[in-house]
């Protein structure tokens, strides 16, 4: 096994492995290579293997982390890689047969009366939302994928970092880690038209100079490779789907598949909780980019209940309704919200800035989770601060005044986001623990 080891890296050495604008799946490889050999094996093994790499766009968030506007099809042929194409979103797009109704939000949103490839990493459960995605990349004419990896572009402005300046002559450009958003949403949204190739060109012109990079990397770099990829996972900047199953649960263990996850339930001395918070920009532009986001969370024990109450303040520092090129990606944040809370909690009430929400709320239930979920639309117009506070109850059955009752709060942070900050207040003791979340994290507090 330590031949073939040694065999593999030094394929990766010489380069035959380019991954170009998606350098993350060779980090990927390199991840599992030094930590996990046998799983890279199975991810490339079997005769031809194909993948999507879903590039995202964080600043026009989604469930998954953002805007789906390109991918990255690679495929492999007896552990060789073959090919890889990288492609705009609308490509298959344009070529999906039959029709499909939306989710509400998307209708109200939108007012197309059908639902696309490009908006299908629509569900929070990423296992759930990549059936969905799989399913229309089959009916836009793509092979079945045998698994899909999903990337913000917080993770490929860190793999820019590393191997900046990137000199693009076509364009008469020069990317760095500073620049490299802002000039590539110049480049592939000026006079953008569905089916027009302009950002598959640009991309590709990235791609070329990143296989370069690569190419003369050093084995500091390649750590540093290892390392950025590493973090994206901690993150959920990068999530994992396969159809092999031996790999998927093995992903699933290390908790970067993107899953709705409760894992604790009221027990003995414990009173467990969870919430996850979860943003999807439907406003058709890039105003994530502007906006600021903290949630606070109250809580009062009483003998059969808690009383909870959470709080969520948006700040959109956008300068202007309709931006101009420059700044096109501001503008309003027409945010369809979701907000996962324990199956069991009810007697839900909503305000926006402290007035009663009388707008349609989407109650849904994961049973098989013990999670439910309420939706409904907040706008927060430039230069403006909208707050969302939510109250409900959870029954419970400990004992408080027992042997040091312990409360148990779960929280998933979204894909996309890179820090939430998040206060809380346990009443009325007055305790008090603020953290800035940048990954799922479960927070244990005696009462």
Not at 47 to 65: A, T
Not at 209 to 231: E, G, P, R, S
């Amino acid at each position: 096994m330590k031949i073939k080891k040694l065999k593999f890296l030094k394929r990766i050495n010489k380069g035959k492995l380019k991954v170009g604008l998606l350098i993350f799946a060779l980090g990927l490889g390199l991840v599992f290579s030094f930590l996990y050999f046998k799983k890279t094996v199975i991810l490339i093994a079997g005769g031809q293997k194909v993948y999507f790499v879903l590039l995202q766009n964080n600043f026009e968030l989604r469930p998954s982390g953002g805007f789906m506007g390109s991918y990255a099809k690679v495929e492999f042929t007896n552990t060789k890689l073959k090919n890889i194409q990288v492609e705009d979103i609308y490509v298959p797009d344009g070529q999906l047969k039959g029709h499909v109704d939306p989710p509400w939000p998307i209708q109200e949103a939108f007012k197309q009366g059908w639902w696309r490839l490009r908006d299908s990493n629509w569900e929070p459960d990423f296992p759930l939302a990549s059936g969905q995605i799989s399913w229309f990349f089959q009916k836009s004419g793509e092979k079945k994928p045998d698994g899909l990896i999903a990337v913000n572009f917080l993770v490929v402005k860190e793999l820019v970092r590393m191997f900046e300046p990137l000199n693009l002559p076509d364009y008469s450009l020069q990317i760095n880690a500073d620049n490299f958003y802002e000039i590539t949403q110049q480049q592939v949204e000026k006079d953008f038209f569905p089916g027009s190739t302009q950002k598959k060109d640009f991309l590709s012109a990235l791609n070329k100079q990143l296989i370069f990079k690569l190419k003369n990397a050093n084995i500091y770099q390649y750590f540093q490779l290892a390392k950025v990829i590493k973090t994206g996972l901690r993150e959920k900047q990068i999530l994992l789907n396969f159809n092999n199953s031996k790999l998927q649960k093995f992903i699933t263990k290390q908790n970067w598949d993107g899953g709705l996850r409760r894992k604790y339930r009221d027990k003995n001395r414990n009173i467990s909780d969870y919430l996850y918070i979860v943003d999807t920009n439907l406003g058709t532009n890039k105003a994530d980019a502007y906006v600021e986001r903290k949630a606070e969370q109250e809580i009062v024990f009483e003998k059969t209940s808690v009383k909870e109450k959470l709080k969520i303040s948006y700040i959109n520092s956008s300068p202007q309704e309709r931006p101009n090129l420059k700044d096109f990606w501001g503008g309003p944040y027409k945010n369809f919200l979701r907000v996962f809370i324990p199956l069991e909690a009810e007697n839900i009430q909503i305000k926006i800035n402290s007035q009663d929400f009388k707008d349609r709320v989407e109650t849904k239930e994961y049973k098989d989770k013990k999670i439910k979920s309420i939706g409904f639309f907040v706008t927060v117009p430039p230069l403006s601060e909208t707050s969302v506070e939510i109250s409900y109850q959870k029954p419970h059955n400990v004992n408080l005044s027992g042997l040091l009752p312990r409360y148990i709060l779960e929280i998933q942070k979204q894909p996309g986001i890179e820090f939430l900050p998040f206060k809380i207040t346990i009443l009325p003791k007055n305790k008090t623990l603020e953290k800035n979340l940048m990954t799922d994290e479960v927070i244990r507090i005696r009462i």
